[in-house]
């Protein structure tokens, strides 16, 4: 069982403020305009994408996703009125200013603690606040409700007291898991998964570590999860740890591998690439594992955030683009960050700016 002291709790309640405080200090957090001039040398180079309004009622005029068949980036982000998170649907690949292709603004989604695309497009979202699983279609736009929805006591879920920490993935055979944080204040945990066709208050079709809360398997205050091309499970959990299982998958797997992050103060987001490298996202950077399990948890490369800003997510596009929500990290604008592949550094970084809000992206997901 890994070291877990109040400590570290309160630093973490300490970082969720960070964006908070940031976003205070600038024009743009209270409805400035967003677009940011941008300028050669280690500032980032230009602004890939720039919305120009955060009205829910975009979705009602603009809705690209019915027509769009490339991949896309979708963020989350309060709307300005209280309890309600609205998703943007961007293009991947998108330059410039421009309009999302559609806005998710469903009243009854609150905090997303974490989203995934799967292979039909159907987008799931983790709602951490109202302990809610909810899958909107490939289509989705405005404030229609979720197509699917996952909640009640049959289904194990858990939320989580902080924003945007429940990243969920998709297994090989289309099934979602989510990971659960058992005790705020202990270190317990485990996870479930659900078939891509549940709704309602209906029974996880597997789990890990329920039985003991994570006791035997080695899953301690698990904060996201995701899977290789080889099905291999990764799980990061708050201390700078992630363990890894192989399948097949049963409540009382055990970890064939765990990685210690000596420069994470935690581990909270996971990401895959094409060639099944692991990208392991904290507060304060991103550290790469080429491979994956094959890297025995030997560090492969070591991002920092520019100028000591935080992340909210990291994703790994098609391409393997780099994408990460970041907490002011363009001269105090909150965006999404864009690296290179193979990338080192921040330096020549492309931005989406956010659209006029009180706060920085949240959680990510990439798919078509």
């Not at 964006?19 to 602004?47: D, E, I, K, R, Y």
Request: proline share 7%; net charge negative.
């Amino acid at each position: 069982m890994h070291r877990f002291t109040l400590s570290n709790l309160a630093r973490l309640i300490q970082q969720l403020l960070v964006g908070t405080l940031l976003c205070m200090s600038v024009a743009a957090c209270a409805g400035g305009n967003p677009t940011v001039a941008m300028t050669q040398g280690a500032t980032p180079s230009f602004v890939r994408s720039t919305m120009q309004t955060g009205n829910a009622a975009i979705a009602d005029e603009h809705n690209g996703c019915s027509s769009y068949n490339g991949e896309r980036l979708y963020t989350d982000n309060p709307s300005g009125q209280a309890q309600q998170a609205i998703v943007f649907a961007f293009k991947a690949n998108a330059h410039g200013s421009t309009l999302p292709l559609c806005t998710i603004s469903y009243g009854g989604l609150s905090r997303p603690g974490g989203m995934v695309d799967d292979a039909s497009g159907k987008l799931w979202v983790m709602d951490s606040e109202d302990i809610s699983l909810m899958v909107f279609p490939h289509t989705a736009n405005g404030s229609s409700p979720p197509a699917q929805a996952i909640s009640g006591s049959n289904t194990l879920l858990v939320g989580f007291e902080a924003a945007g920490y429940q990243g969920i993935a998709v297994d090989q055979a289309g099934n979602v898991w989510v990971p659960c944080w058992y005790d705020y204040n202990n270190p317990y945990g485990y996870l479930v998964a659900f078939a891509n066709d549940a709704s309602g208050n209906v029974a996880p079709v597997a789990t890990v570590g329920f039985g003991d809360k994570g006791v035997g398997e080695h899953i301690a205050s698990p904060l996201a999860v995701t899977f290789d091309h080889e099905g291999n499970l990764y799980v990061a959990e708050f201390n700078p740890v992630v363990v890894v299982f192989t399948p097949p998958f049963t409540d009382t797997s055990r970890p064939v591998a765990t990685w210690n992050l000596p420069h994470q103060d935690t581990a909270q987001y996971l990401s895959v690439d094409s060639h099944d490298n692991v990208y392991v996202g904290g507060q304060g950077s991103i550290d790469i594992f080429k491979g994956g399990l094959k890297s025995k948890g030997v560090l492969w490369r070591h991002i920092p955030t520019p100028r000591a800003n935080g992340f909210y997510d990291v994703k790994v596009d098609n391409e393997n683009h780099i994408d990460a929500a970041m907490v002011a990290g363009y001269n105090g604008i909150n965006a999404v960050g864009v690296l290179r592949p193979h990338a080192s550094s921040f330096d020549n970084a492309r931005y989406i700016t956010s659209p006029p809000m009180r706060s920085p992206p949240g959680t990510l997901a990439l798919g078509l």
